[in-house]
């Protein structure tokens, strides 16, 4: 079967550091992808990393180890408006992205 | 990065009538697009896969006869809702798959059905 899990909600300080995890199961895999969704609008493409390690752009790193099925995305110097869901998406073999439930992460001062 | 667009952006109708949502890739070009429905405070859920020139292909448990797919040029897909019910209100998202360079799909801004 196919699956894909992450925390429902997290919650972190203005300035700090939040690691948001993800496992997944599915047949085939190309590789990892994550999106930030603000309420009310569409995905926006964050990360997609297809071998293992680390990727670092800017404020957001995100790692992989397919061994493992999992991967996490790293936000640093956090800010008010990165509060939003973050989805963690396998990319399988048949081309279909198949999305976790995503993560609300809420921002506080 | 790859544009995609939507149109309308929200739509409300009335029970029994049908809804046309477009899904344009602006500035390049999508032999596949993706069909998502969003409820609310809930993930992604990929509805169909739209093939430029050849019929789509549908998940599990999604009408292929009440949700109607047509990709009839490269950089346009569409979706009507038929008939649409109380129950199909919800947010559609499309994406269009980008070769160009990451094997990426990118969204077009969504569109908000509500049927009354």
């Known amino acids: 079967g196919q699956n894909i899990d992450q925390p429902t909600e997290m919650t972190a300080t203005e300035g700090a550091i939040v690691q948001i995890n993800c496992t997944y199961q599915t047949s085939g895999f190309n590789g990892l992808f994550w999106y930030q969704q603000h309420a009310g609008e569409a995905p926006t493409f964050l990360s997609y990393?297809?071998?293992?390690g680390l990727e670092e752009k800017g404020r957001f790193s995100s790692f992989l180890s397919r061994s493992k099925g999992y991967s996490y995305l790293l936000l640093k110097e956090l800010q008010m408006k990165d509060s939003a869901s973050y989805l963690c998406a396998a990319h399988s073999s048949a081309s279909k992205i198949i999305f976790g439930s995503g993560t609300r992460l809420s921002i506080r001062p | 990065g790859a544009v995609v667009s939507q149109h309308p952006s929200r739509v409300i109708c009335k029970s029994g009538t049908s809804v046309k949502i477009e899904c344009r890739s602006l500035d390049f070009q999508a032999t596949t697009m993706f069909w998502y429905r969003q409820f609310p405070k809930k993930s992604l859920m990929l509805m169909a896969t739209s093939n430029e020139g050849s019929k789509a292909t549908y998940e599990q448990g999604v009408e292929k006869d009440k949700f109607l797919i047509n990709h009839a040029s490269l950089t346009l897909s569409t979706l009507t809702v038929t008939s649409a019910h109380p129950e199909d209100s919800s947010f559609y998202i499309c994406s269009a798959r980008d070769l160009g360079g990451v094997d990426t799909q990118y969204f077009g801004p969504g569109t908000r059905l509500t049927v009354l």
């Open positions: 990393n297809v071998l293992d």
